[in-house]
């Protein structure tokens, strides 16, 4: 009868108010500790980095690369690698 419907309602209910939300990663945990073990993990704390870098002007989309300052993302820009990635990049769009 009823009593299952309103029990699946209710568990959904209790997952929705468990799920945590990483936006850098754009993933959804269960619990507290999970949160905490995926914010340690590699990949979390590389894209941070890159969202960090992004924010403050010294990463490179093109190459995939975080720099120290945005005077090192302008000198590697002036670069024969850059420069050839960029082209490439621009083949493909």
Same mark, same amino acid.
């Given at each position: ?20 939300? =990483?936006? $850098? &990663?754009? *993933?959804?945990? /269960? ?5 905490? @073990? +995926?914010?340690? %993990?590699?990949? #979390? ?14 990463? =490179?989309? $093109? &190459?995939? *690369?975080?720099? /120290? ?5 302008? @000198? +590697?820009?002036? %670069?024969?690698? #850059? ?11």
């Amino acid at each position: 009868g009823n009593g299952a419907g309103s029990d699946v309602g209710k568990q959904s209910t209790e997952t929705a108010k468990l799920s945590l939300h =990483c936006a $850098v &990663c754009d *993933i959804r945990v /269960t619990s507290e500790q999970l949160m905490r @073990e +995926h914010l340690m %993990g590699r990949k #979390h704390q590389q894209a941070a980095k890159i969202v960090e870098a992004r924010k403050e002007g010294r990463f =490179c989309d $093109v &190459c995939g *690369i975080v720099f /120290t300052g945005v005077a090192q993302l302008t @000198e +590697h820009t002036k %670069g024969k690698r #850059h420069r050839e990635a960029a082209r490439n990049r621009g083949r493909r769009n």
